[in-house]
């Protein structure tokens, strides 16, 4: 069964580092999505990305985060200048369509815990 | 955007049925509704999603009444490594998935 896979599965950095999560959607998808989950918390929307570009982002998506399609498989997740509480698990999601039908079902990496230190 | 509510947590025993009620009363008619199910340090893995009336899969049901107000996942048979948070979303245009803070299901021996 196809899967979302995401790299690395722990990451850790100083304070004010830049880091890079790396997510492989399922092939067929369209649509792309980040979420973090800070520890004890509810998983919260980050953005949205189709067809290139952002379709929808949340308060939380500030200019120091930042999302790109290098090629035809990788989904990346950058956060420019870290702080401490960046620190979270972050969810990689695709989906075929997206909002309101029967295939927008979104589908979620295993995640990568970020800690900063 | 529809705002779900759903109980903070349930308790059951293994091999017992368990049905988790979720308020949906804004839903949009375009909007589905999604359960997904997250165990610690996972990623949501999505359980069942369905319009109207009821959806059966090999996990679980999906009861919603005509209304659409609200929506009840059953859990048949229920078994230890069923515990975990159960997530109910409502679909909105964007694509994007607005969890709210879920049902804690604990399955007791």
């Known amino acids: 069964e196809p899967e979302v896979t995401q790299t690395p599965s722990h990451q850790v950095t100083q304070m004010g580092q830049e880091v890079i999560l790396r997510c492989v959607p399922i092939?067929?998808?369209?649509?792309f999505y980040w979420y973090r989950q800070i520890l004890g918390q509810k998983v919260e929307f980050l953005v949205s990305f189709y067809n290139n570009e952002i379709s929808e982002k949340s308060e939380i998506f500030d200019d120091q985060f930042s999302v790109e399609r290098p090629d035809g498989s990788n989904f990346t997740l950058k956060i420019r200048s870290t702080k401490l509480e960046d620190s979270a698990m972050y969810f990689c999601a695709s989906s075929e369509l997206a909002g309101g039908s029967s295939t927008d079902t979104q589908y979620f990496g295993p995640g990568t815990r970020l800690t900063v230190l | 955007l529809a705002k779900t509510t759903q109980p903070i947590s349930m308790d059951s025993y293994e091999g017992q049925e368990v049905n988790i009620t979720c308020s949906h009363n804004n839903i949009a008619t375009n909007d589905y509704i999604t359960w997904y199910q997250q165990f610690p340090s996972q990623g949501p893995r999505f359980i069942i999603q369905g319009y109207k009336t009821k959806v059966t899969n090999e996990v679980a049901s999906l009861f919603i009444p005509a209304d659409r107000k609200s929506s009840t996942l059953s859990l048949p048979r229920v078994s230890l490594s069923d515990t975990a948070v159960y997530y109910c979303?409502?679909?909105?245009?964007?694509?994007?998935?607005?969890f709210g803070d879920g049902t804690t299901l604990t399955v007791k021996p």
């Open positions: 979303l409502v679909g909105d245009r964007t694509g994007k998935s607005t």
């Open positions: 092939s067929n998808h369209l649509y």
